[in-house]
C-alpha cells in the first residue's frame, strides 16, 4: 500500500486549505482511513477519520467543526478539507491507513503513512 498526502502550504489566521491523499497498492475495503498531524517535539496526533466502506467519520476536539474528512472511492482518494485554521493547527499532516475494521485514536494502530504535508499558518 503506498499513500501520498499533498496540498500543504502557507494560509493566514482564518483562511483554509485542502488536503488530498493518494491511495494505491489495492483494494481499501474495510480500511479506515485517517489523517494525523505532528509538530516537532510531539508525538503524532489524531486528526480525523473515515472509515472506506461507508464514510463514517470521528474528528478530534480541536478539528470538529472546523475539519471535514472525506474519500472517494473511485479516485482511491481521500481528502481533509481545513476551514477556519488557526496558527496552533500548525503542522506536519500525515494520511495514514488501517487495515482492520473500527477507529482508532492512535497512530501505533495504523499500517500503512504517506509521508507528510507541511500546513503553516500565520497570525
Known amino acids: 500500500v503506498q499513500l501520498q498526502a499533498y496540498g500543504g502550504g502557507l494560509v493566514q489566521d482564518g483562511g483554509f486549505l485542502r488536503l488530498s491523499c493518494a491511495a494505491s497498492?489495492?483494494?481499501?475495503?474495510?480500511?479506515?482511513m485517517a489523517w494525523f498531524r505532528q509538530t516537532p517535539r510531539k508525538d503524532r496526533d489524531f486528526v480525523a477519520a473515515?472509515?472506506?466502506?461507508?464514510?463514517?467519520?470521528v474528528y478530534a476536539d480541536s478539528v470538529k467543526g472546523r475539519f471535514n474528512i472525506s474519500r472517494d472511492k473511485d479516485q482511491n482518494m481521500i481528502f481533509l478539507q481545513m476551514n477556519s485554521l488557526k496558527p496552533e493547527d500548525t503542522a506536519d499532516y500525515y494520511c495514514?491507513?488501517?487495515?482492520?475494521?473500527?477507529?482508532?485514536?492512535?497512530?501505533?494502530?495504523?499500517?500503512?503513512w504517506g509521508r507528510g504535508t507541511q500546513v503553516t499558518v500565520s497570525s
Open positions: 495514514a491507513a488501517r487495515a482492520s475494521p473500527g477507529y482508532s485514536y492512535s497512530g501505533y494502530h495504523y499500517d500503512y
Open positions: 497498492g489495492r483494494t481499501f475495503t474495510d480500511y479506515n
Open positions: 473515515i472509515t472506506w466502506n461507508v464514510g463514517l467519520t
